[in-house]
């Protein structure tokens, strides 16, 4: 399990995340939606995780979010790095009623972010242009590369938690266990 925290004059955060876990989760983030996303983010990846953030939310959500995106992020590139006996690729495509949204990724230690969702105006409170300040600070901070596309829908929440859940089952995959892959790459090194 790695424990990190991160202090600035906008938050303050605490994470410890176990990427081998059961899907408990302890979130709180002042920020009811985000929570939610963060709870089935951990819960489908089948991460433990303890998220809390303090953040400056008399502004707005935005510095949270980012921030959490990125102590998580570095957090899970923690727990994987060097990739080593890992399937190292994940995809996954999330339906939720109308909504369908697909996740690929890949352990590549080489951070990269395909974000075509087009999900705009708000779910309660939050500003959906924060999913991807989150997937951005995730995936930069993870080092992973990462594809994630709306393949339909028009449920704001829907399309959300549907691309929590894709990245989250996505990860599963990638780091699922293979004791024959050893260090799965024809480079030698990731």
Do not use: W
């Amino acid at each position: 399990m790695v424990q990190l925290e991160r202090k600035t004059k906008e938050t303050e955060i605490y994470v410890a995340l176990d990427i081998h876990g059961n899907g408990n989760y302890k979130i709180d983030t002042g920020i009811g939606f985000f929570d939610h996303m963060l709870e089935a983010l951990t819960k489908h990846a089948r991460f433990d995780a303890e998220i809390v953030c303090k953040g400056d939310l008399h502004v707005d959500f935005h510095h949270s979010v980012e921030d959490v995106g990125i102590v998580l992020g570095e957090a899970f590139a923690k727990e994987v790095y060097p990739v080593k006996n890992m399937e190292r690729f994940g995809e996954s495509v999330v339906v939720m009623d109308e909504a369908a949204v697909s996740c690929a990724l890949d352990l590549s230690n080489r951070p990269y972010l395909v974000y075509e969702i087009g999900l705009d105006g708000k779910i309660g409170e939050f500003d959906c242009e924060l999913f991807e300040e989150f997937f951005k600070a995730f995936v930069f901070n993870a080092r992973v590369t990462c594809h994630i596309n709306r393949l339909r829908g028009h449920n704001r929440h829907h399309i959300a938690e549907a691309s929590f859940k894709a990245l989250a089952v996505a990860l599963r995959r990638a780091i699922a266990y293979n004791d024959r892959a050893g260090l799965p790459s024809t480079k030698g090194v990731l």
